[in-house]
């Protein structure tokens, strides 16, 4: 039996999708900055899909620029944020995705920005007094926040720290890669100048995404060499893959209150499950309404063969994570679990879920979970 339980590091190509892209593949392939009519026609099919994105956001279809994914999104925001603003200072977390992180401390290290880290507690958990702390005694500032952590789940009070950041004029970006599709997100009410997107989240192909930018934040481009997003991001569009993010994102708009049903269920299935076979399991992160529904990140009891856990476990066809899946071959461990101070001597395994995982998937996976435990 093959069981995937990985899905936040990437999700299987809704069939629906893969129709609705194919016809730019093998029939529809002009370069749409081509002024002829199979150009025309693909330059049209990608407006369509940018409205589409921006209607069910609530935002300008002006206000979406498409990039290759969810790191570019998040590099164009940051530095360009940075480079045309003028902000000298930047707050994040220790917990965010390598995306931000890494980003924002290469601009440190050339010494363009003083970066402040937020404090997060134990479940990961912003502290938002110690964010406002931080925005009042220091100039203009750049936060960068993640709505939904990747590898334990914790949810950040987007609208919440919105506000706060607006009191003291800071610019506002959060890394929405693994909320985009499984919620419900009006950018009207949200006071955030930058939010990401990559396709391949939610059922939709990989190397596509986006970058929301408010229409109140003017920033310079990142890449140049063509007049491309309104001459924000230079090069020829991914035709098909802009056509599949859009379909795929509205697909999950259509039947979000179905999938949040069955994927909560299957993982309180699993976590309830666990909590009964395994004594001594625990969770990193969140895992009621404050957490990603699509995310159980287990912390086993010790075990002598507790580091070699996801080997076992792809042995036995089942695909789960101990991290980011953008940190493979990183000896170093989840910084994640590092910066909420997590066990890290026990053995941790992120389970992430979607509207394919199945209650026999589960009950296989429990069977030999139990069994690697003996």
């Known amino acids: 039996m093959k069981v995937y ?30 002024i002829h009519a199979f150009g025309r026609k693909t330059r049209s099919a990608i407006e369509v899909a940018r409205k589409t994105v921006a209607k069910l956001l609530n935002v300008a279809p002006a206000e979406i620029f ?33 995306a931000v992180e890494h980003t924002l401390q290469v601009l ?3 010494g363009k920005i003083k970066l402040s880290w937020v404090n997060v507690d134990a479940k990961g958990n912003v502290d938002l007094n110690h964010l406002e702390e931080l925005l009042k005694t220091n100039d203009r500032s750049f936060v960068s926040l993640m709505h939904a952590n990747n590898e334990i789940g914790t949810l950040l009070p987007l609208e919440k720290v919105g506000e706060i950041c607006a009191k003291y004029d800071a610019v506002f970006h959060s890394d929405t890669v693994q909320t985009m599709g499984h919620f419900p997100m ?23 995404g986006f970058l929301y930018v408010n229409h109140t934040i003017k920033i310079q481009p990142m890449i140049h060499g063509g007049a491309q997003e309104r001459n924000m991001r230079g090069g020829t569009e991914n035709t098909q893959g802009i056509i599949g993010l859009a379909k795929a994102l509205e697909i999950c708009y259509t039947e979000m209150d179905e999938h949040i049903a069955h994927i909560r269920g299957i993982k309180n299935y699993m976590k309830e499950r666990l909590e009964k076979e395994i004594p001594g399991i625990e969770f990193n992160g969140e895992t009621g309404d404050n957490s990603l529904y699509t995310v159980l990140n287990c912390r086993f009891p010790a075990h002598p063969d507790a580091e070699m856990m996801l080997f076992n476990l792809d042995i036995a066809g089942i695909a789960a994570s101990g991290g980011s899946a953008c940190s493979s071959g990183s000896n170093q461990g989840s910084h994640v679990l ?14 992430s879920f979607c509207k394919y995982t199945t209650k026999e998937d589960i009950d296989y996976t429990i069977e030999k979970l139990t069994g690697m435990l003996k």
Not at 69 to 86: K, P
Not at 186 to 208: E, M, N, R, S, Y
Not at 338 to 351: K, N, P, T
């Open 5 to 34: 339980l990985d899905n936040a590091a990437t999700t299987k190509l809704d069939a629906k999708v893969l129709e609705a892209m194919l016809p730019f593949m093998t029939e529809d392939y002009g370069n749409p900055s081509s």
């Open 66 to 98: 498409f990039t290759s994914g969810g790191t570019e999104a998040d590099n164009m925001a940051i530095n360009q944020s940075i480079h045309s603003l003028g902000i000298k200072h930047a707050i994040t977390s220790k917990i965010e995705h390598h």
């Open 108 to 110: 440190e290290k050339e």
């Open 186 to 208: 009006d950018l009207q009410k949200i006071k955030v100048h930058f939010v990401t997107c990559a396709a391949h989240k939610f059922h939709g192909p990989k190397g596509v």
């Open 338 to 351: 590092r910066g909420i101070g997590a066990d890290v001597s026990r053995a941790s395994v992120r389970f």
